[in-house]
């Protein structure tokens, strides 16, 4: 079983973004209000009191989207310079990014995984809700050449919609060293829309690259579970998260912690959740909780042995990743 050394952190369940697979557009969500999030210090208190001791020592900001967090620059220069902190990424939709590339850099985040689920602006508004392809684009560029590196690209692959772009999608690993990253549709979230679309694998898809360029084994830095490959002569790579045709609770390594402070052992279970926050404002000392999260990485090991055992993940799962931290 993997040592888990890597936290996923939501700042924010809000998102600027209406991603049909994600937080539809005309469907209703109920929003944390401002005092149910953890602040800052909180969260760093959190990081340098209970994480870094128990050995989780690298970490990823999502949400919803977190560049509309207030005070993001600054929460992340604290982040980056606590001793003991190895990795510091983030995960945006990229449309605060041409104005943020800079400052982020500027302070020491030196990761950024980027959602962009089509090259085509029509295509891209109906995924997103949003007229945005042109911004999130230029939020892609200005992080390129403030130097981010690695980059990655997520796409979330949806049949008979953005499915016929994945050479070329995949061809933006060609020129530069852009890491491409298909990610196979999960029934989290908008799960009536799972039903009806069904989901691409990404042996369908490595097989259609394969025809058009081929593909050689590569390796790429990251503590994620996609299988990288190279295309020929290219700067960058191509990676699959087959979370649906995969069970990969072998290689994981993560814990997530929601904008409202529960840490959750697995993207797919929520057993044995712990309400961080709670106890926190209820006086427990960082002690108290490092048990607390001790005791849930114990039984993130016997979650993943009984989904290993349940086979492929087919269940349906009513909270979005915007709520639990994509
Ligand atoms: N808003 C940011 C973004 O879109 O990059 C960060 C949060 S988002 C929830 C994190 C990742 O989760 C994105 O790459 C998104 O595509 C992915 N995601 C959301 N819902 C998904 C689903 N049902 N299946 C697969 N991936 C999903
Ligand atoms: Fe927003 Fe990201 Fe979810 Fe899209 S995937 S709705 S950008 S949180």
Same mark, same amino acid.
Request: charge should be negative; include cysteine.
């Given at each position: ?18 991603c ?17 999030t953890?602040t800052d210090?909180?969260?760093l208190?959190l990081v ?6 128990l050995?989780?020592?690298r ?7 977190p560049?509309l ?7 992340v220069?604290?982040?980056v310079h ?5 990795d510091?990424?983030?995960t945006?939709n ?8 800079e ?5 020491g985040l ?8 089509s090259l ?7 995924i997103t ?5 042109q911004?999130?684009w230029?939020?892609?560029l200005?992080a390129?050449r ?5 980059l990655?690209?997520n796409?979330v ?7 016929h772009e994945?050479v070329?999608l995949a ?6 060293a852009w890491?491409?990253?298909f990610?196979?549709?999960m029934?989290?979230g908008?799960?009536?829309y799972?039903?009806?679309? /069904? ?15 081929g593909?050689?084994? /590569? ?12 295309l020929?002569?290219?700067k960058?790579t191509?990676?699959?998260?087959s979370q649906?045709?995969?069970c990969?609770?072998?290689?994981c390594n993560?814990v997530?912690?929601?904008a409202?402070?529960v ?6 279970n929520e057993?044995?959740?712990v ?9 427990m000392?960082?002690a ?6 001790a ?6 090991q016997?979650i ?9 993940t087919?269940?349906?799962y ?7 931290g994509?």
């Amino acid at each position: 079983m993997n040592t888990v050394n890597y936290l996923r952190i939501s700042l924010i369940d809000r998102c600027n973004f209406r991603c049909s697979y994600c937080m539809p557009e005309g469907e209703e969500f109920t929003y944390l209000q401002a005092q149910e999030t953890l602040t800052d210090d909180e969260l760093l208190g959190l990081v340098q009191g209970v994480f870094l001791p128990l050995g989780i020592n690298r970490f990823r900001l999502t949400g919803g989207e977190p560049l509309l967090r207030k005070g993001l620059v600054d929460l992340v220069d604290r982040l980056v310079h606590l001793p003991g902190v190895e990795d510091v990424s983030l995960t945006t939709n990229a449309y605060r990014l041409e104005d943020m590339a800079e400052d982020l850099y500027r302070v020491g985040l030196r990761r950024i995984n980027i959602s962009l689920d089509s090259l085509d602006a029509e295509v891209f508004r109906k995924i997103t809700g949003r007229n945005h392809w042109q911004r999130v684009w230029a939020g892609i560029l200005a992080a390129h050449r403030v130097g981010f590196d690695p980059l990655k690209l997520n796409v979330v692959v949806l049949p008979g919609v953005n499915d016929h772009e994945v050479v070329d999608l995949a061809a933006l690993s060609l020129e530069r060293a852009w890491h491409v990253r298909f990610i196979e549709f999960m029934p989290i979230g908008n799960t009536e829309y799972f039903e009806q679309a /069904g989901w691409v694998s990404s042996q369908t898809l490595r097989e259609r690259l394969q025809e058009c360029f081929g593909l050689t084994e /590569g390796s790429c830095f990251g503590n994620g579970p996609a299988d990288v490959f190279q295309l020929p002569g290219a700067k960058g790579t191509v990676g699959f998260i087959s979370q649906m045709s995969e069970c990969f609770c072998d290689r994981c390594n993560r814990v997530r912690l929601s904008a409202n402070g529960v840490l959750r052992p697995c993207l797919l279970n929520e057993s044995g959740e712990v309400d961080l926050k709670m106890s926190l404002r209820a006086g427990m000392g960082h002690a108290y909780l490092r048990d607390q999260v001790a005791h849930l990485l114990l039984l993130k090991q016997d979650i993943h042995f009984k989904e290993r055992n349940r086979g492929t993940t087919t269940g349906a799962y009513a909270r979005t990743m915007s709520q639990i931290g994509g």
